[in-house]
């Protein structure tokens, strides 16, 4: 088992739709919580962190954590073509682990 | 803005030979860390240097290590590179609890 797990994708929505990305992880000792946004060819920059469990928001974005099922979710709404990129989960045991990612493709 | 500065941003190198990577951040930044990002995957954590010492390291073999320097500066060096060492490599300094990354550097071994 890997110990941060993502759908690779790509996944597409539409313009103006929510967009849905999951993350499970598998220790349950992890408490610090990260999304990253990574364009093409760039390095990742750091968009949500969550620590606690339930909802967090920042402006279109919602990161989502539950820690009895050790899974973590990024909602985006009002998808724009400038969001297709790869989002990245990362976890923080003793060092910060990342996910593959799950490339996103918003069809205007 | 991360206020991490990599060099160089490209590099070709060919099988076996030692290539060195640096990294520059603002002063007060005294932990920094090294990630190797293969294409399609994850950043992967190399090792992290607090004060210049290395205090922690992740699953890769000796022949990649590294210095931090004084003035905050780090090196990353890969000794007797493979054709798997072809990859993004990621410095990263501590910023709201998360790892910040400079630019990073796209290392091809041919």
């Known amino acids: 088992q890997k110990e941060v797990e993502q759908n690779s994708g790509p996944l597409s929505v539409p313009e103006g739709a929510i967009a849905s990305l999951n993350c499970t992880y598998s220790?349950?000792?992890?408490?610090?919580f990260f999304w990253y946004r990574q364009y093409s060819g760039k390095s990742p920059e750091l968009i949500m962190s969550?620590?606690?469990?339930g909802d967090k928001e920042d402006g279109r974005f919602t990161a989502q954590l539950n820690k009895a099922s050790q899974y973590v979710s990024l909602l985006i709404r009002d998808s724009q073509p400038s969001d297709s990129a790869t989002y990245l989960c990362?976890?923080?045991?003793?060092?910060?682990?990342f996910g593959t990612g799950t490339r996103l493709k918003v069809l205007a | 803005e991360t206020g991490v500065t990599q060099s160089p941003t490209h590099l070709i190198k060919t099988r076996g030979q030692q290539v060195t990577l640096r990294c520059s951040s603002q002063?007060?930044?005294?932990?920094v860390s090294w990630y190797q990002q293969a294409l399609g995957q994850g950043p992967q954590f190399i090792f992290q240097y607090y004060r210049e010492e290395e205090n922690g390291r992740g699953n890769f073999p000796p022949r990649f290590s590294g210095l931090q320097f004084p003035n905050y500066s780090s090196e990353l060096n890969v000794n007797a590179l493979e054709l798997d060492d072809s990859a993004l490599y990621l410095c990263?300094?501590?910023?709201?609890?998360?790892?910040?990354f400079g630019s990073g550097t796209r290392l091809t071994v041919v």
């Open positions: 220790d349950r000792g992890s408490q610090s």
């Open positions: 969550i620590y606690s469990n």
């Open positions: 002063s007060g930044h005294n932990t």
């Open positions: 990362a976890v923080m045991t003793y060092k910060y682990i």
């Open positions: 990263a300094t501590i910023r709201q609890g998360a790892p910040s």
